[in-house]
């Protein structure tokens, strides 16, 4: 791409604020604002649903007077990416070619349409954008305008900790290649209709690994929630499990659904079991983040993790 884009019949310079921060991808100056994590196209849901809190904890955010802080709008989650008026690399561009274009429809579809996705190619493009939108909100430089501050460098800011990935996964991203040992799942909620649950708690224990060839890694794991309608509510939850393979049990009971990898041939929400408050809090309490597993042979051994009852000891 030219270092000049034609504007109103003229050619202009990339702009090169000395303010941005250098991109994610590929280090070049970003645009002032940044890369909107959640698209402006689907923060429209909920435009007319002010004012807004945030928790943490299960406590609200407050100001210094006590008085729980409020925005009138959805606050943005804002990440440093370059675009065509600050770099000829474009990675904002590239990431709307690559992931929204394929998959803002499908995911309106089942956020607000029918809840059916029928192919299994627009199944792949739901998934993939879902692990492309967790992987950005999940990065050390993302800030949400809650707080403007960096998600790495708050104290329990609202964005929670960051993950520590390696650059490789980003500089895959802009490729169109997802990261391996990355998987993600949909459940659906409902707190006062839904009724799924597991018989007891389970844990998942993932443990950090390493190779001496330098594989492996620290694992991690996000549960997030969007309406769907009323009160009931579609659940993404992305795990990173470096070297680590494990049975979900609630995948296995029914009452989620595998989206990456291997994607569905189609995909029904409203077919779905829905959880219940208790189930709800069993997902989002599965997996424990502990123990290490050292020195793995380059042969390629991984760990195999399986699910137990809480309190029971965890196994590897």
Known sequence: MSEFQPQNGRAN?????????PCIF??????????????????????DEGCFTHERNGERICDRDGAARTTNHL?????????RNTSPN?????????????????VREVLDGTGLVESPEQVEKFARWWVKTILLRQHPDCRSTFERREQGRTPGNVLGPAW?????????????????DVS???????????????????????????TPEG?????????WGFRQMHTRLVLLQMVVHPLCDFEHPFEQAGLCVRLWPEPPRSLDVTRCAVLGLEGRCQLGALFVAGGSTDNLPAGGWRVKVAAVPDGGPLRA
């Open 164 to 180: 520590d990935l390696p650059a490789s996964v980003y500089q895959n991203l802009i490729k169109g290649i997802l990261p391996s």
């Open 215 to 223: 594989d492996g890694g620290e694992p991690a794991t996000l549960l």
């Open 75 to 83: 606050p943005r989650i804002l990440l440093p990416v370059c675009d």
């Open 26 to 47: 590929c280090g070049e100056p970003s645009s002032r604002q940044g890369e909107h994590v959640l698209p402006k196209w689907l923060l429209k849901r909920w435009s």
């Open 90 to 106: 474009d990675c904002n561009g590239t990431l709307n070619q690559l992931y929204e274009l394929p998959g803002k429809l499908v």
């Open 184 to 210: 993600l799942w949909l459940a659906i909620s409902d707190d006062f209709n839904g009724r799924g649950q597991l018989p007891e708690l389970m844990r998942i224990n993932l443990p950090a690994t390493s």
């Open 13 to 21: 310079a990339i702009r090169r604020p000395t303010a941005s921060r």
